[in-house]
């Protein structure tokens, strides 16, 4: 099938200037191991995991395999005053892997949808505990939860909300932005930074909403829509101490850090912080099939269980036609079985210091690279955007690598690039070539 052949009268892409698209297609039609094939027949790497989802590499037996058998068994069973047996069993595993508390899962489909159902736990838990008014969400600068109205409102990258006014969540404020200048270049370690950044949530947010009407802090422990951008030291022990001061619900946005990204389960466990609810998607499956889901600490499920309404009214009014779908379950526990067998998170965090130090060494003095950083399976080159056309330097060199035969994450005037755990290093060496190729190109 070549370019021509292609109706693209309907499909109305996400996220993409479509019109541009059109004259440029980009298309998939199949995907094994670290490479897609495209529809013009061509081999392309896959540097971003796909969306940060694909763990394990495409294609893998024992989730298909998996999803098949399920397909057999049970294909679909209503989520509603019943359930399925693999949301058990498939609850019953992230919760294991889950640190602390963090016992209680909730499914769902998204992360958008694990934003929003995170806020709306928030919201029912002080009701229940008669602290109703707690009805403040604090979110970050830069941050990234989706793009259902609550995770929208309490994310903070403008370009997500500035087209929708001023229809957002009513009582929302955003902590300053974690990237201090000096921390251009952080080669695998966490940033130190004589900055406070919770300095201006404790002496001015908190102050202006009254802690007291806080229901709940929102982060990324590490910002990846936005670029992979690295909190300071220390910066989520203290706000962890800073919610636990003033009863505020700490939530943790781990739909990109969670499930090995960080070579560990969860952000969470790579900064020795434990939120009060957890939310993941994307690697749960290995992007298979569509899941999310928010981890809740049992003093959450146990103040929602604590009512005297009789016994047929239901606790949280809250879910979703599909929330624990048995299909996407098999796919979990397939994949989370799978990361374990193949210990793909040691050998994400493994891998992470080869292409952090690919990156360190390759783009390092190249034209317009004003910072680099790399943590965990992930890093990311910071360009100088082109004067009046912020973003615009960062996607032509998204556009060429992929004519080049790399998918890469463009993110502003930041690329990105994260691949699946089970990257070799001629894959890395094959990424950064070709980046560093497309940076020198469009200097
Ligand atoms: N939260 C974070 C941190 C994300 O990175 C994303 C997706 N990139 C989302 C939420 C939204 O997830 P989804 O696209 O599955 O709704």
């Not at 294909?75 to 609850?91: G, L, P, R, W």
């Not at 109703?132 to 403008?158: A, C, D, L, Q, T």
């Not at 006014?165 to 404020?173: K, N, S």
């Not at 950044?197 to 909403?209: A, C, F």
Request: aromatic letters at 10%; hydrophobic letters at 40%.
């Amino acid at each position: 099938m070549g370019f021509n052949d292609l109706n693209m009268d309907s499909h109305w892409l996400p996220f993409t200037p479509n019109r541009h698209f059109r004259k440029e297609p980009r298309v998939f039609t199949g995907a094994d191991g670290m490479f897609f094939t495209t529809h013009d027949g061509r081999q392309v790497i896959d540097g971003i995991s796909s969306l940060w989802c694909v763990g394990a590499g495409h294609n893998r037996k024992p989730i298909n395999e998996a999803i098949k058998k399920q397909l057999d068994t049970l294909d679909y069973a209503t989520a509603f005053q019943a359930s399925n047996d693999q949301a058990f069993k498939a609850a019953e595993m992230i919760a294991a892997m889950a640190p602390g508390d963090l016992n209680k899962v909730l499914f769902c489909n998204s992360g958008s949808e694990a934003a929003d159902t995170s806020l709306k736990v928030a919201l029912a838990y002080h009701r229940a505990r008669g602290e109703g008014h707690r009805n403040v969400f604090i979110g970050r600068e830069k941050g990234y939860h989706g793009v259902g109205f609550g995770g929208m409102s309490v994310g903070g990258i403008p370009a997500n909300r500035k087209v929708y006014g001023t229809a957002l969540l009513p009582r929302v404020d955003h902590m300053r932005f974690i990237h201090d200048p000096a921390n251009a270049f952080i080669h695998n370690e966490e940033p130190v930074s004589q900055e406070d950044y919770l300095l201006e949530l404790e002496n001015r947010i908190l102050p202006l909403h009254d802690p007291s009407n806080v229901a709940a802090i929102i982060v990324e422990p590490v910002a990846g829509s936005a670029g992979w951008y690295l909190p300071p030291k220390g910066y989520l022990k203290r706000l962890r101490e800073i919610c636990d001061k003033h009863g505020i619900l700490l939530i943790f946005d781990e739909v990109i850090t969670g499930f090995g990204r960080m070579g560990t389960n969860f952000g969470a466990d790579f900064y020795g912080v434990v939120p009060d609810m957890l939310n993941f998607a994307k690697a749960v499956t290995n992007g298979v099939i569509p899941m999310g889901g928010v981890i809740c600490r049992d003093k959450i499920y146990d103040t929602m269980m604590k009512t005297d309404a009789p016994q047929h009214v239901i606790e949280f009014f809250h879910g979703y036609t599909y929330s624990g779908h048995p299909v996407a379950c098999a796919a979990a526990i397939a994949t989370l079985e799978l990361y374990r067998k193949e210990a793909l998170f040691p050998r994400a965090a493994e891998m992470g210091k080869v292409l952090g130090d690919a990156f360190h060494s390759a783009f390092k003095g190249l034209p317009n690279v004003v910072g680099i950083r790399s943590l965990g399976l992930a890093a990311a080159v910071e360009l100088a955007p082109i004067a009046g056309t912020p973003g615009k330097r960062a996607y032509d060199i998204y556009l060429d690598c992929f004519r080049k035969g790399a998918l890469v994450r463009p993110a502003g005037d930041v690329v990105v690039i994260a691949p699946s755990y089970i990257v070799e290093k001629q894959h890395i060496d094959q990424l950064v070539n070709t980046l560093a190729d497309s940076i020198r190109a469009n200097a």
